[in-house]
Nanobody, 125 residues
Framework: AQLLESGGGAVQFGGSLRLSCEASGHMGSRYCMAWFRRYPGQGREAVAAIDSDGITNYADSVKGRFTISQDKAKSTVYLQMNNLKPDDTAMYYC????????????????????WGQGTQVTVSS
């Protein structure tokens, strides 16, 4: 599968953005899709994940502010980000992995085999 992110940009403190990740190619009927972010000079940090049944999982740092959702007809996963803070400034990556059983997607970077190129989010104070 190939993943293409879009929707990043610059926004002020307290603003909102919606990221999109369109998947092309065969993902199978069961999968996990997730968003990670990378701060300059650091490794990737998990943000949120959703499985093919719509079960979601969030990092504590974004709970209540970010919402992950999907449109299966469009093969697209979204990340709605509200009340953005300067600490949310990072490169955001979409990731995917085929799975064989239902359940919560773990927010482990090593589980995901497909990655997008990333989209930059910049939040100014």
């Amino acid at each position: 599968a190939q993943l293409l992110e879009s929707g990043g940009g610059a926004v002020q403190f307290g603003g909102s953005l919606r990221l999109s990740c369109e998947a092309s190619g065969h993902m199978g009927s069961r999968y996990c899709m997730a968003w990670f972010r990378r701060y300059p000079g650091q490794g990737r940090e998990a943000v949120a994940a959703i499985d093919s049944d719509g079960i979601t999982n969030y990092a504590d740092s974004v709970k209540g502010r970010f919402t992950i959702s999907q449109d299966k007809a469009k093969s697209t996963v979204y990340l709605q980000m509200n009340n953005l803070k300067p600490d949310d400034t990072a490169m955001y990556y979409c990731a995917a992995v085929q799975t064989t059983s239902p359940g919560v997607c773990l927010l482990w970077e090593t589980l995901f085999g497909f990655w997008g190129q990333g989209t930059q989010v910049t939040v100014s104070s």
